[in-house]
């Protein structure tokens, strides 16, 4: 998606619709002598409330080269982000139904929006860029169009190709800076949904691999990935575990973003990879086990905001660490029971092969610390479905052993959207994961799953004194009905980057 920063006045932009952003106040007193300006047919405005992400269309003649659709976005009250957000996602989920190629925004009004809002033009300007891209997204490259060539090639073609911020006076240059960056937010996540959205057979550890080392050519920073024998010399033995009944080998992949001057803090990132979750030999369901290709989110956040992070030049070093398999049930998988040692030399009673993300995750997180010693440690994890019963698919769970850190991912999480609800790591519940054989047990039966998931991989950070935990297994793909977009949502591209600029 091309962008273009304008001065020039919506109205007469050339552009196959014009988005007018509408706020349930102004409605009755400007958007008839709005439309009227501009000579299209007010009564679009019959049954528009102006509700924030209501879309409705007003038509102009045709006249030279300035759009003839007119949409008009409700923004609600306006005075929140979220209002703006959801009417330009809303508006390019429009554009992109109508299959048209150029959608213009007209932001005559950005000073008072950023005022209702309590933000900066430019930051504001981020969060529609980063919201059209979103509203734009479509996972359509599995379709070949063998069914119906015509029709799949034209619909494939139509995504927006170039996105105007139009109207902007004063406030051009301000927009322009935060387009821009909203741009690469955007894209970044888009990737992130990619990756999310690619099902087993298209996507193994080594293919996450490939995609990390393709972010760094386009961020700009360096990447290393382990392969088995580095693995198996490194003791990995949670990541060897969980790859026992795979037909295909692990990656441990590293990305590292150096700031070009001094950093101001270093954060090391941790994203759970497992390309498919079938539960191993404690095997899942079939209902439903399809949507374990997510199971990799964690790891594609990782990576989609390593390279945010770098394409911004956020003045902080950040190292993305992507464990990554399958977890399949073989002759050769590990059986409910086992009993591994992990890199951090600690031993895991295997009750349940299907607790293997923390598995995985123990030996990233022993590496981040011991290897990296970072001011800060995040790991971000589909880890439990019990996470889901908790707080559903719009919000992920959090903890942390530090308040600030906390604190900033939850106000990082109003910001983007990208919420996060702050859970208890008490010692009291450190006794669900007791083992009678080994130092600690993988699965924390019945109550509290997803706190119990924490506290095994708090055990593995070494007294670590920053570190969160963040379970996006509801958000991260949300099921059918259980939000607004299905599929692969990048839940945390954005709150990642938000929280790494707090440090900036
Ligand atoms: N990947 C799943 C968690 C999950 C479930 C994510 C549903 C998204 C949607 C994880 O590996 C898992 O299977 N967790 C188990 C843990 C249990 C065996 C202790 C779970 O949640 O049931
Ligand atoms: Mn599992
Ligand atoms: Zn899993």
Redesign the pocket.
Known sequence: MRLTVTAKEGGSTKADALVLFVSAKDLKKEAGKLLKNLGADEGALHDFKASAGEVALAYRPASGKSASRIFLAGIGDGDKADDYRKAAEAAARKAVELKLDVLALDCSAAGQWAKQSKRKPEELAAILAEAVQYGAYRFDRLKSGKLDKKKEEESRSKKIGELVFAGCGEQREAIEKGANAGMIVGSCQSATRDLVNLPGNHLSAEDLARAAVEAGERGGFEVTVFDKQKITELKMGGLLAVNKGSEQPPTFTIMDYKPAGKAKKTIALVG?G?TF?S?GI?L?PAQ?ME??K??MAGAACVIGAVEAAARLGLPVRVIGLVPSTD?MPSGSAQKPGDVITTMSGITVEVG?T????RLILADALTYASQEYNPDVIIDLA???????VALGYQVAGLFSNDDDLAERLYESGQASGERVWRLPLWDEYAELIKSDVADVH????RGA?TI??AKFLEKFIDGHKRWAHVDI??P??P?KGGAKVSGATGFGVRLLVDLLKSWS
């Open positions: 759970k497992v979750d539960g404690s899942k439903g949507e374990m997510s199971d977890n349940n299907d607790a293997e993300g589909t880890l439990t479905g019990a996470c889901i993988n699965s924390g039966g799953g119990s998931a297994a509801g991260a793909f099921a």
